[in-house]
C-alpha cells in the first residue's frame, strides 16, 4: 500500500512564500506522475501542478511563474515552492501520485492572509 506524507503547509501573508513536501513510501512503479491538487471551500479540486518521473511538469494557469514543483526520484519525494502568495491561493493542498493507481494524501492547509 502507498503512503503519501505532505508537510510545510501555514499561514502566510500575501507575497509570501512557503514550500510543501509530499514523501511517498510503499511500492510505487518507477514510472508516474507525482503532483499537488487544492480545493477551496465551496470549489471543486483542481490541479495546481504535476510532474512526471521524467521531469515534464504541467502547471495551472493561475500558478504559472508563481510556483515551481520539482521531485527527487531517489526519495520518492515532490515539492511545491508558492512564491507571490495570495489570498485566492488559500486551499487545502493535496499530494497525488498516479502510476497503475491513484494515491492522495490527507491535505495540508495553506492559508494566505493579511
Known amino acids: 500500500q502507498v503512503q503519501l506524507l505532505e508537510s510545510g503547509g501555514g499561514l502566510v501573508q500575501p507575497g509570501g512564500s512557503l514550500r510543501l513536501s509530499c514523501a511517498a513510501s510503499g511500492r510505487i512503479f518507477s514510472f508516474n506522475v507525482m503532483g499537488w491538487y487544492r480545493q477551496a471551500p465551496g470549489k471543486q479540486r483542481e490541479l495546481v501542478a504535476h510532474?512526471?518521473?521524467?521531469?515534464?511538469?504541467n502547471y495551472a494557469d493561475s500558478v504559472k511563474g508563481r510556483f515551481t514543483i520539482s521531485r527527487d526520484n531517489a526519495k520518492n519525494t515532490v515539492y511545491l515552492q508558492m512564491n507571490s502568495l495570495k489570498t485566492e491561493d488559500t486551499a487545502v493542498y493535496y499530494c497525488?501520485?498516479?502510476?497503475?493507481?491513484?494515491?492522495w494524501g490527507q491535505g495540508t492547509q495553506v492559508t494566505v492572509a493579511s
Open positions: 510532474m512526471a518521473s521524467g521531469g515534464h511538469a
Open positions: 497525488n501520485l498516479r502510476d497503475l493507481v491513484e494515491y
